[in-house]
Nanobody
Framework: VQLQASGGGLVQAGGSLRLSCAAS????????MAWFRQAPGKEREFVAG????????SYTDSVKGRFTISRDNAKDTLYLQMNSLKPEDTAVYYC????????????????WGPGTLVTVSS
């Protein structure tokens, strides 16, 4: 599956952005999808994940209550609604997919998009 993230940009603290990840190739609806992020000088980290049906969702603690992951299997698209953004949310955001169930680990995901930069100014 090929992935392409979009929607990043520059926003002030407290603002919102919506990231999208368009998928093409094999059946999107059969994949577990996730958002990861990588801040400058830091390792890539799990942000949020959603099961193939959308019935199971996970978030890292730092974004709970602020970010919402969703998917539209009819449109082969994954979303990340980010509200109440903080400067520490500044990072390159990546969408990723895997054939099996939830995983928090980068190496468990074989498919990655090229990333989209989110910059939150204070």
């Amino acid at each position: 599956v090929q992935l392409q993230a979009s929607g990043g940009g520059l926003v002030q603290a407290g603002g919102s952005l919506r990231l999208s990840c368009a998928a093409s190739g094999r059946s999107f609806s059969s994949y577990y999808m996730a958002w990861f992020r990588q801040a400058p000088g830091k390792e890539r980290e799990f942000v949020a994940g959603i099961s193939s049906s959308g019935g199971s969702i996970s978030y890292t603690d730092s974004v709970k209550g602020r970010f919402t992951i969703s998917r539209d299997n009819a449109k082969d698209t994954l979303y990340l609604q980010m509200n109440s953004l903080k400067p520490e949310d500044t990072a390159v955001y990546y969408c990723a997919s895997r054939s099996f169930s939830r995983s928090y680990y980068v190496n468990d995901y074989p498919y990655w998009g090229p990333g989209t930069l989110v910059t939150v100014s204070s």
